[in-house]
Structure formats: C-alpha cells, structure tokens
C-alpha cells in the first residue's frame, strides 16, 4: 500500500509561484507512475503532469512551460513548481502514484488509472 501527502498549497497573486510537494511511503518504487492532478469547483479532476518511471515527463498544454514536475528519490518526494500562476489555476491539487502497468503506462493523466492518491492541497490564485 502506498500513502501520499501533498503540502505546499495556498493563497498567491497572479503571477507568483508555488512549489508543491508529495511525501510518498510505504510499497512505492522507482518504477512507479506518479502524476499531479487538480480539480477545479464543479469541474472534472484532470491531470497535469506525471513522471515515469525513466525520468520521463508529461504535460498537458495547459501548464506545459509553466509548471515543472521532479521526484527527489532519497527524500521520496514527488514536486511540482508551478510559476506565472494565473487565475484559472485556482483548484485542489492532487498527487496520484500507480505501478508502471497498462493502463497508467500509456495514459499517465487518467484519473481511473491511479489507486493510490494524496488529500489534495489547495491553490488559489488571486489578483
């Protein structure tokens, strides 16, 4: 079983900056998927970026050039930078860590893909 714990959140004005970190323990390994979602009020929960297992990353292009995923193996820690907020970034971010199977291998941004999730942390954006 995996556990996750996303802190980092809060309130910022547009075109500040946050980082966003997940603590990550138990059965978890290099191997794994792990992916930053969020959800906006009354809209679907919708990934934004997620790391493979190689290293590789993923951006939807609503963040690509904006926001930066990294892991910190030794700390177990799974980030998101996240700069030049703007407004419609306000939402519960989420982080999410799957074994590297289909389906999370080749569609890393689907929410039913993931069994093991964080509590969210919040981000709003404010001008």
């Known amino acids: 079983q995996v556990q996750l714990q996303e802190s980092g959140g809060g309130s910022v004005q547009i075109g500040g900056s946050l980082r966003l970190s997940c603590s990550t323990s138990?059965?978890?390994?290099?191997?794994?998927?792990s992916a930053w979602f969020r959800q906006a009020p009354g809209k679907e929960r919708r990934g934004i970026a997620a790391?493979?297992?190689?290293?590789?990353?993923f951006y939807d292009n609503a963040v690509k050039g904006r926001f930066t995923v990294s892991s910190d193996d030794a700390k177990n820690t799974l980030y998101l930078q996240i700069n030049n907020l703007a407004p419609e970034d306000t939402a519960m971010y989420y982080c999410a860590a799957e074994p590297p199977h289909p389906p999370v291998a080749h569609f890393p941004f689907m929410v039913a893909a993931y069994h093991s999730w964080g509590q969210g942390t919040q981000v709003t954006v404010s001008s």
């Open positions: 790391i493979g297992g190689a290293g590789k990353t």
């Open positions: 138990g059965n978890i390994d290099r191997t794994y998927y």
